[in-house]
Structures are given as structure tokens and as C-alpha cells.
């Protein structure tokens, strides 16, 4: 069965561009989650999403957002790129929403010039 | 909130032989689980080991265990008989446990590198 895959894996944007990455869960499960790793630090929650609806927020602007799909898959946009969105994006997948284990994907690394 | 804070940035280790890390976190909670996450060069986050604070006994899994002192709000990951692959950056972290939590949210330390020397 596949992992938890995500797309595109290396991208180079510019200062105000905006971004959207992609997050497939393994089969089944219904809860995706987005964190951020900045260079050198632990992730960062970002949002938890489960059954299409957010269910929870981390300390993040307004100008990240998310949506999961209705074959569970989601999104994370990120407006008006800043230098300091260069990061390594991670998305997890987990069966229920607040319970089990979270199984994470290869990332997805951002760089702003 | 709570936090995790890992105060080895770097460890090495001998092939062969075992190696120790450290993990402190803080919260005001009773119920929650704890986490040692591997993250090799790969980037994908590989879970290690869980414990659930309401055990006593310590977690293992094969050469990792694990040594939760709870009231000291301690959590160290105890690999025996490196091997060259684990080699990676080890991460600890907290999740909560409690009925009102509505997410899965982990909160990560720093991390610490490991290498293992041949």
C-alpha cells in the first residue's frame, strides 16, 4: 500500500508569489495534518483536517490556509510568500481524528528567494 | 501550552555501542502520550517509540526503550547496539490525551543529530 505522498517535493518560488501543496493520506484514513519545518528546528502544527472540516489551527497568518477533499486529500496554500516560509512542509496522515498514530510523508521543501 | 525541549543538539555514538537521549517537556496536563520520532536524511518522520503517561512501565521496541520519569517531566530515548542506521535527527514529542482534545497535534522538541561512528 502506498504512504502518505506528497507533491511537488522541491519548489523555488519568489517574495508575494503564492504556493499550493499537495497531500494524498494512506488509504483509508480520514485526518490529514500539515506541520512546518523550518531549517534546523522541530515541525510546526500548522492545521489538522478530518472529515473535510478543520479541526484544528496552529499559530500561522492568515495567509496559510487548507482543505481536505472529499477522497480525503488536502491542500496547503500559503499567499504572499515571505523569506521566512522556506521550509520543509510535512503532511501526516492519521485513521480517526484525534487518536492513532500519525504517519508522515517525504515533505515537501520550499524555498523563497 | 505545552513544550518540549531537547538540550542535545548533537550526539555520537560508537557502532555497537548505547547512547542516551535526553527530552524534558512541560504541562499542566495528566493525560497524554509521548513520542520518539526519527527523521533520516530521507526527511520522512518514522515513529520510534510511544508512551502513554498513564503507564508505569517503560516502552521498548527491540534495541530502543525508553525511560519515563513523570513527575520529573523527563522522557529519554535509550538506543542499545547502534548501527550505522541510526544515524538521523531524533525528535521527542508531546501530544495531549485529554477528552475535550478535538486534534491529534504533536508538539515537537529541536531535535538532537545523531552519529554513529564505525
Known amino acids: 500500500d502506498a504512504g502518505v505522498t506528497q507533491s511537488p517535493t522541491h519548489l523555488i518560488k519568489t517574495r508575494g508569489q503564492q504556493v499550493t501543496l499537495r497531500c494524498s493520506p494512506i488509504?483509508?484514513?480520514?485526518?490529514v495534518s500539515w506541520y512546518q519545518q523550518v531549517l534546523g528546528q522541530g515541525p510546526q502544527f500548522i492545521f489538522q483536517?478530518?472529515?473535510?472540516?478543520?479541526?484544528g489551527r496552529g499559530n500561522f497568518p492568515d495567509r496559510f490556509s487548507a482543505r481536505q477533499f472529499p477522497n480525503y486529500s488536502s491542500e496547503l496554500n500559503v499567499n504572499a510568500l515571505l523569506l521566512g516560509d522556506s521550509a520543509l512542509y510535512l503532511c501526516?496522515?492519521?485513521?480517526?481524528?484525534?487518536?492513532?498514530?500519525?504517519?508522515f510523508g517525504e515533505g515537501s521543501r520550499l524555498t523563497v528567494l | 501550552a505545552q513544550t518540549v525541549t531537547q538540550s542535545q543538539p548533537e550526539m555520537s555514538v560508537q557502532e555497537a555501542e548505547t547512547v542516551t537521549l535526553s527530552c524534558t517537556y512541560d504541562?499542566?496536563?495528566?493525560?497524554?502520550?509521548l513520542f520518539w520520532y526519527k527523521q533520516p536524511p530521507s526527511r520522512q518522520m518514522i515513529l520510534v517509540i510511544r508512551?502513554?503517561?498513564?503507564?508505569?512501565q517503560n516502552a521498548t521496541e527491540n534495541r530502543f526503550s525508553v525511560n519515563f520519569q513523570k513527575a520529573a517531566k523527563s522522557f529519554s530515548l535509550k538506543i542499545s547496539d547502534s548501527q550505522l542506521g541510526d544515524a538521523a535527527m531524533y525528535f521527542c514529542?508531546?501530544?495531549?490525551?485529554?477528552?475535550?482534545?478535538?486534534?491529534?497535534?504533536?508538539?515537537f522538541g529541536a531535535g538532537t543529530i545523531l552519529r554513529v561512528k564505525s
Open positions: 508512551q502513554e503517561a498513564y503507564k508505569q
Open positions: 501526516a496522515s492519521s485513521l480517526r481524528q484525534n487518536t492513532g498514530e500519525l504517519f
Open positions: 488509504s483509508g484514513h480520514k485526518s
Open positions: 483536517y478530518y472529515e473535510k472540516e478543520e479541526r
Open positions: 514529542a508531546y501530544r495531549s490525551a485529554t477528552p475535550s482534545g478535538a486534534t491529534n497535534k504533536l508538539v
Open positions: 504541562t499542566s496536563e495528566s493525560d497524554y502520550y
